[in-house]
């Protein structure tokens, strides 16, 4: 079935350096979605890209998809430590692939933020 | 609008028993997933669920088991409780009818097996 491989597993940074976590895929992706897990909490949507090339931006949080649609990066820059937690992928299945519950989740990266 | 909600929120259980547990999707939400997260692990996809029928299921033994009810609600049932079993239980719902099928998650149930 589809796999979807995240690095680093682990991150940990200095208050205001700047994160970065990657996903990759051997298949093109039909759209990636991207979610965050704030330490004993729950995974929350935070942005979806569909098409080839997309970039977008939420405050200091960039995402691309890159122009094969095979991966995919989450960008932080300048970190704060409101920025902890796990941060997963997640792409539905391509049409005429075994469904995996309509997304498969990356491994997720755990990012710790030290002030 | 009130988000996907989970009960109970925390459970202690012996090897053994058997725990059911619960999940109110979205208004309007048809698809309900579950998805087991053991401590400091990735989400592991359990069981999808949409308009009443098991579309998938992960790879668990069958003692994990569930349904979805007519108003789209679910439970999942573990039975022979193990140790391995502890874990953080998220249920997540999403527009069915949706292309993109972003997944909105519960706050989870915290299951302890001791």
């Known amino acids: 079935g589809q796999q979807v491989m995240q690095i680093p597993q682990y991150q940990h940074v200095q208050e205001g350096e700047d994160f970065t976590t990657y996903c990759n895929s051997s298949?093109?992706?039909?759209?990636i979605q991207w979610y965050k897990q704030r330490p004993g909490g729950h995974p929350v949507f935070l942005i979806q890209?569909?098409?080839?090339?997309e970039v977008k931006k939420q405050k200091r949080l960039t995402f691309q998809f890159g122009e094969a649609k095979k991966n995919s990066s989450l960008h932080i820059t300048a970190t704060q430590t409101t920025d902890v937690g796990t941060y997963f992928c997640?792409?539905?299945?391509?049409?005429?692939?075994?469904?995996?519950?309509?997304?498969?989740f990356g491994q997720g990266t755990i990012l710790t933020v030290h002030p | 609008e009130a988000g996907v909600t989970q009960s109970p929120t925390h459970l202690i259980k012996t090897r053994g028993q058997q725990v059911t547990l619960r999940c109110s999707p979205i208004?309007?939400?048809?698809?309900v997933y579950w998805y087991q997260q053991a401590l400091g692990l990735g989400l592991q996809f359990l069981l999808w669920?949409?308009?009443?029928?098991?579309?998938n299921r992960g790879n668990f033994p069958p003692r994990f088991s569930g349904r979805q009810f007519p108003n789209y609600s679910s439970e999942l049932n573990v039975n022979a409780l193990e140790l391995e079993d502890s874990a953080l239980y998220l249920c997540?719902?999403?527009?069915?009818?949706?292309?993109?099928?972003?997944?909105?998650f519960g706050p989870g149930t915290r299951l302890t097996v001791l």
């Open positions: 997540a719902s999403s527009d069915g009818q949706a292309r993109t099928d972003t997944q909105y």
């Open positions: 298949t093109t992706l039909s759209n």
């Open positions: 890209l569909v098409k080839s090339g």
């Open positions: 997640a792409s539905p299945p391509n049409a005429g692939g075994t469904s995996y519950g309509k997304l498969t």
């Open positions: 208004s309007g939400h048809t698809s």
């Open positions: 669920y949409d308009e009443g029928e098991e579309r």
